[in-house]
């Protein structure tokens, strides 16, 4: 959640919206209590059965987090959280379930806490089981996990403050709040539409907002620590409220506030807010006389001799009525009303009991989410223990194990370019099975674009440990893949498909090429070319040729299309007249023929009449045809 309201809303206009390439090289800090509670959720919501769906959601995301977008992720995990979020926790939970909190029995003050926390415990015990079990999982895949002291998205904060990562990956948007530069809300790998970066830089040019700042508007709105904030305050009110101090004095003026102070008169001793005159009530600042027709400044009489300067004519008949709820925005009338919203405003603020509370503004500005002593550790990202994690998840998510290598191929192809282009003198596998062939050819995926790299067996043999068949989800439909083998032809089709599931990767494909299986997997482009500059060379040199060779064919062809004209000349027997062609030579036939042929065409037209003629008497009776002869 993070602060209350709409605050997403009021940042999104401010969002940069990045592609997958965004994150290459960079180090980010993952919230993983979000990741393991909202998209699991999203998993359950499509397939109710699903076994472990946060197992699942993280092993997908994290291969495609640190293969195919090429980000090295460190993972927070929440530690012990703060006294006032788990009040606000258990809050959430009774007024969600109906309950009312101030009935539970209680004799204390820690009875009633112990009373109204116990269901919230007994409900995040199985997140916590949850998140362990994806920690147990990180670890096998040999990316660095960070435990916090107190809320992970304080810690995500801390070290993208302090320069340790580039950016933080959390739903929660009191990350800011924290100290945090760049916040990333929402990120799918499978998605084909770019994702929501913030960065704190465009919020302070666009709003003005700075760090205390949103604190303040925390207080006034409401946040985890403190679900109702102040009553009447929304996020347009507690922006426009805040924006009237700087960043480093707007918690002092909420503690001056909060005491019964006004502090918008300069030149007076502070009054009390309880002294000044109420909103209702007559306003000190002497509001210039408007006119009853038109709401403008200047009276009726006024307007019918000079005219309005507002309305802009000379008699007060073309003067504009002002419609149904009508406001005056001249000076004066602006000047009263701000006036009286801020006295408002105040007087809302110090109706509130321990206002602003110390401890949340404490918690927001404090930095120890991890031991003072100890540090930052050193962030490494290690090889993964393949075996373990093939028995890890045989065990919980009953996977095949020649699924899991099937998996993980991407994964370990990125480690190996790495591990080529720091030291290429040192000879090494794939998996300790496959070289580097060639590249195939440019894929564009999501709008990047990749090397479709060549991966042949070092070893005699064929490919045996990639498998065809995709585990199936409890409740799902089966859906079989058929995809390139040793047996199966080049035009091997996809059968029975269903949609793709959330956030699970495209597995390397198989090509049998000349007797001979490649594995084929996306490649970063600049990771290819510091791995293998000659392979990288050759392609290019090749791809060079090919379009010097395409450029070429089109010119010849452009060439002869516009040198093309009619043949001169007698035809071929075979070859089709156009149509002016043909008259032509029909017309010059008759002209030759001349009065011959005319002659020709009269003999033509008598005997053909004559012959109409006798068929015609043939017909009529004998007596009929002597009266015709006759007469």
């Known amino acids: 959640m993070g602060v209350g309201g709409s605050f997403w809303d009021l940042l999104k206009p401010y969002a940069r919206h990045e592609g997958a390439g965004y994150l290459r090289g960079r180090r980010v800090a993952v919230d993983l209590s979000f990741w393991v509670v909202s998209h699991s959720t999203a998993i359950l919501a499509r397939s109710p059965r699903a076994r472990k769906p946060h197992l699942r959601n993280t092993f997908f995301r994290t291969l495609s987090l640190f293969a195919k977008m ?3 992720p460190v993972f927070v995990v929440d530690g012990e959280p703060s006294p006032l979020k788990s009040q606000a926790r258990a809050a959430r939970f009774f007024r969600g379930s109906g309950m009312d909190l101030a009935a539970l029995p209680s004799t204390g003050t820690e009875a009633e806490s112990s009373a109204a926390t116990a ?12 998140v362990e079990e994806c920690v147990e999982l990180l670890e096998y895949l040999g990316m660095p996990v960070l435990r916090a002291n107190g809320e992970a998205e304080a810690l995500c904060a801390l070290l993208n403050n302090e320069g340790h990562v580039d950016a933080c990956i959390t739903a929660d948007s009191d990350a800011f ?11 799918q790998s ?7 970066c913030y960065n704190i830089a465009d919020i302070e040019s666009g709003l003005g907002l700075k760090r205390k700042q949103m604190i303040a508007m925390a207080l006034l709105i409401g946040s985890d620590h403190d679900l109702h904030g102040v009553p009447g305050f929304g996020v347009e009110t507690a922006l426009r409220f805040v924006q009237l101090f700087d960043e480093d004095c707007i918690l002092e003026k909420l503690y001056e506030i909060g005491r019964g102070v006004y502090p918008f008169l300069e030149g007076f001793d502070k009054p009390h807010i309880d002294d000044l005159p109420s909103p209702s009530t007559k306003s000190p600042i002497v509001r210039s006389p408007h006119c009853s027709h038109c709401g403008h400044p200047g009276s009726k009489k006024n307007h019918s001799k000079v005219g309005c300067n507002y ?3 000379e008699a007060l008949e073309n003067c504009i009525e002002k419609p149904a709820g009508f406001k ?13 919203w801020q006295i408002k405003v105040c007087k809302r603020i110090a109706a509130e009991t321990n206002f602003p509370n110390e401890e949340i503004i404490k918690l927001y500005l404090s930095d120890n989410n991890l031991d003072k002593e100890n540090g930052v550790p050193l962030l490494s990202w290690n090889k993964p223990d393949v075996e373990a994690l093939i028995d890890f998840l045989t065990y919980k998510q009953n996977w095949e194990p020649s699924y899991i290598r099937q998996m993980m191929l991407p994964m370990l192809s990125t480690i190996y370019l790495r591990e080529v282009a720091s030291s290429p003198s040192k000879p090494l596998l794939l998996y300790d099975q496959y070289e580097f062939h060639s590249i195939q050819r440019i894929k564009i995926r999501h709008g990047y674009p990749y090397y479709l790299v060549r991966w042949m067996r070092a070893t005699h043999g064929m490919i045996s440990n990639v498998s065809t068949k995709k585990p199936e989800m409890e409740g799902e439909v089966s859906s079989e893949v058929v995809v390139l083998d040793d047996d199966d032809d080049e035009d091997a089709t996809v059968v029975n498909e269903s949609p793709e599931l959330l956030d699970e990767p495209d597995a390397p494909q198989v090509l049998t090429d000349n007797n001979c299986s490649f594995l084929l997997t996306d490649e970063d482009i600049q ?44 035809r071929p027997s075979g070859a089709q007249l156009s149509i002016k062609d043909f008259y032509r030579s029909k017309k010059g036939l008759n002209i030759e023929s001349g ?26 009776p004998k007596s009929v045809r002597r009266r015709l002869l006759f007469d």
């Open 70 to 72: 090429g980000a090295f």
């Open 119 to 130: 269901p919230v415990k007994g409900r995040n015990a199985a997140v916590t089981r949850y």
């Open 177 to 187: 709040l924290f100290g945090a530069k760049t916040v990333i809300k929402v990120l």
């Open 190 to 196: 499978n998605c084909k539409e770019p994702f929501e």
């Open 311 to 313: 309305c802009l004519v």
């Open 328 to 340: 005056c925005e001249c000076p004066s009338c602006d000047e009263r009303r701000h006036e009286n």
């Open 527 to 570: 990771l290819v070319s510091a791995a293998f500059p000659r392979e990288t060379a050759r392609f290019q040199e090749e791809q060079r040729l090919k379009e010097a060779e395409s450029r070429a064919r089109k010119s010849k062809l452009n060439l002869a299309n516009s040198v093309c004209e009619t043949p001169k000349g007698p």
């Open 595 to 620: 009065k011959e042929t005319v002659g020709e065409g009269h003999t033509s037209k008598e005997a053909s009449r004559k012959s109409s003629d006798r068929d015609l008497n043939e017909k009529l």
